[in-house]
């Protein structure tokens, strides 16, 4: 499928970085900052009215709602959004995640790296991202791509590695920006053995040195009732106006754990999607309102579809994690021989690449 088999993670800055630059390349500007506060039909019943929290008014026809987990736009549109029952245990996923942005006392980069990393192997030793399982929980160490990523986001002279793991329920809530402490004490407890800072455990202990960043969350999902409504004052119709249309994408639309790092691709293949629908809609002379009003649907309809697919794969990926914890149960040697199997890879492959649901 690819001649890039292998993973690679960049930082979500970077990307959006990336994104910014083609807006420019286009010559358009997003207008920041702007904060949508309010949503009514306008007065003439021709499109909406979203206000702005300096009092300016835009009026349009078409309202995307794009604006993350806890929507405006969707709030205003009397849209809910709940977390879709499915045949997963919920309480079995939703767990308390830790991630962390820091720096070590040593080198780690020979932990991380394949026990042969000979001459015939390119790739410098930095390249490697350590993802382990304990009977705690998970633990994964990814390097941030040394130096530009370090320096041009933290302005560190020194490398700084991602860290993420699962806080157990028995260990009890944690602050919401763990610091070191917290940060070492899981690392001694849930990452591989060489990297602990305990002596007892480890001959050549390592410490965590300096906490960039560090984010406490629990991974839920839920989805929007539907990503397309008709939005009109209650008496509109009979008027003969006829409102403006809503719609969402992104963490607007779905949101789920961020198990398999989907959230991002799928907000971004909503958009290119609906850019195209709505570009085809609006340089269609012919297309009246109903019609626009159907294509938009059947399209929102199959969105929706995706992320129900999109949150049970994180569900069940979150299930496989916590399956691969326990080394003594059979789920866990099941899941192991299956991970030998080529097929299974690629469809693993496929599915986290997003590839597998556009
Ligand atoms: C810890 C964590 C790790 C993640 N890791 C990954 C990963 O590895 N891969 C991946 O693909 N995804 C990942 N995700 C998910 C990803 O971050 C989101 O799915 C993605 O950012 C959604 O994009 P969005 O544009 O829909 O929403 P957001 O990124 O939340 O953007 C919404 C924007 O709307 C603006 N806004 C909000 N309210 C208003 C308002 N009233 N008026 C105007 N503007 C407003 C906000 O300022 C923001 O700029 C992760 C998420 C978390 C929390």
């Given at each position: 499928?690819?001649?890039?088999?292998?993973?690679?993670?960049?930082?979500?800055?970077?990307?959006?970085?990336?994104?910014?630059?083609?807006?420019?390349?286009?010559?358009?500007?997003?207008?920041?900052?702007?904060?949508?506060?309010?949503?009514?039909?306008?007065?003439?019943?021709?499109?909406?009215?979203?206000?702005?929290?300096?009092?300016?008014?835009?009026?349009?026809?078409?309202?995307?709602?794009?604006?993350?987990?806890?929507?405006?736009?969707?709030?205003?549109?009397?849209?809910?959004?709940?977390?879709?029952?499915?045949?997963?245990?919920?309480?079995?996923?939703?767990?308390?995640?830790?991630?962390?942005?820091?720096?070590?006392?040593?080198?780690?980069?020979?932990?991380?790296?394949?026990?042969?990393?000979?001459?015939?192997?390119?790739?410098?030793?930095?390249?490697?991202?350590?993802?382990?399982?304990?009977?705690?929980?998970?633990?994964?160490?990814?390097?941030?791509?040394?130096?530009?990523?370090?320096?041009?986001?933290?302005?560190?002279?020194?490398?700084?590695?991602?860290?993420?793991?699962?806080?157990?329920?028995?260990?009890?809530?944690?602050?919401?920006?763990?610091g070191l402490e917290i940060l070492q004490e899981f690392t001694n407890r849930q990452a591989l053995v060489t990297m602990s800072s305990d002596p007892s455990q480890n001959p050549d202990p390592i410490s965590i040195k300096k906490v960039y960043w560090s984010t406490r969350f629990r991974t839920h999902s839920a989805v929007a009732d539907t990503f397309l409504k008709s939005v009109h004052g209650p008496e509109s119709k009979e008027q003969g106006k006829n409102g403006g249309i809503v719609m969402l994408?992104?963490?607007?639309?779905?949101?789920?754990?961020?198990?398999?790092?989907?959230?991002?691709?799928?907000?971004?293949?909503?958009?290119?999607?609906?850019?195209?629908?709505?570009?085809?809609?609006?340089?269609?002379?012919?297309?009246?309102?109903?019609?626009?009003?159907?294509?938009?649907?059947?399209?929102?309809?199959?969105?929706?579809?995706?992320?129900?697919?999109?949150?049970?794969?994180?569900?069940?990926?979150?299930?496989?994690?916590?399956?691969?914890?326990?080394?003594?149960?059979?789920?866990?040697?099941?899941?192991?021989?299956?991970?030998?199997?080529?097929?299974?890879?690629?469809?693993?492959?496929?599915?986290?690449?997003?590839?597998?649901?556009?």
């Amino acid at each position: 499928y690819t001649k890039y088999p292998h993973g690679l993670i960049i930082s979500q800055s970077f990307t959006e970085r990336s994104l910014s630059k083609r807006i420019e390349e286009c010559s358009l500007r997003v207008l920041r900052p702007y904060e949508a506060v309010g949503m009514k039909e306008s007065e003439d019943g021709d499109g909406l009215d979203v206000s702005f929290n300096t009092g300016e008014v835009i009026n349009a026809k078409y309202v995307i709602g794009a604006d993350g987990a806890r929507s405006v736009i969707r709030g205003l549109s009397g849209i809910g959004f709940s977390d879709p029952q499915s045949q997963i245990d919920s309480a079995l996923v939703n767990q308390q995640v830790i991630l962390a942005d820091v720096s070590f006392t040593k080198d780690i980069s020979p932990i991380l790296s394949p026990i042969s990393t000979s001459d015939s192997d390119p790739k410098p030793l930095s390249f490697y991202t350590s993802f382990s399982f304990s009977p705690e929980g998970f633990f994964l160490t990814a390097p941030l791509g040394h130096p530009q990523v370090h320096s041009e986001i933290y302005g560190a002279s020194e490398p700084v590695y991602r860290i993420g793991f699962n806080v157990p329920l028995h260990r009890g809530e944690n602050p919401s920006h763990p610091g070191l402490e917290i940060l070492q004490e899981f690392t001694n407890r849930q990452a591989l053995v060489t990297m602990s800072s305990d002596p007892s455990q480890n001959p050549d202990p390592i410490s965590i040195k300096k906490v960039y960043w560090s984010t406490r969350f629990r991974t839920h999902s839920a989805v929007a009732d539907t990503f397309l409504k008709s939005v009109h004052g209650p008496e509109s119709k009979e008027q003969g106006k006829n409102g403006g249309i809503v719609m969402l994408v992104g963490d607007a639309a779905h949101i789920h754990s961020p198990a398999g790092g989907q959230g991002m691709n799928l907000a971004i293949r909503n958009a290119i999607d609906l850019g195209s629908v709505l570009a085809r809609l609006v340089t269609t002379p012919s297309s009246d309102d109903d019609s626009g009003f159907g294509i938009l649907e059947e399209f929102m309809k199959e969105r929706h579809g995706r992320a129900m697919k999109q949150i049970e794969m994180t569900k069940r990926f979150m299930w496989f994690m916590r399956a691969l914890m326990n080394p003594f149960s059979i789920t866990y040697w099941v899941i192991y021989f299956l991970g030998m199997i080529p097929l299974m890879k690629r469809t693993l492959a496929w599915q986290l690449s997003g590839l597998g649901n556009k």
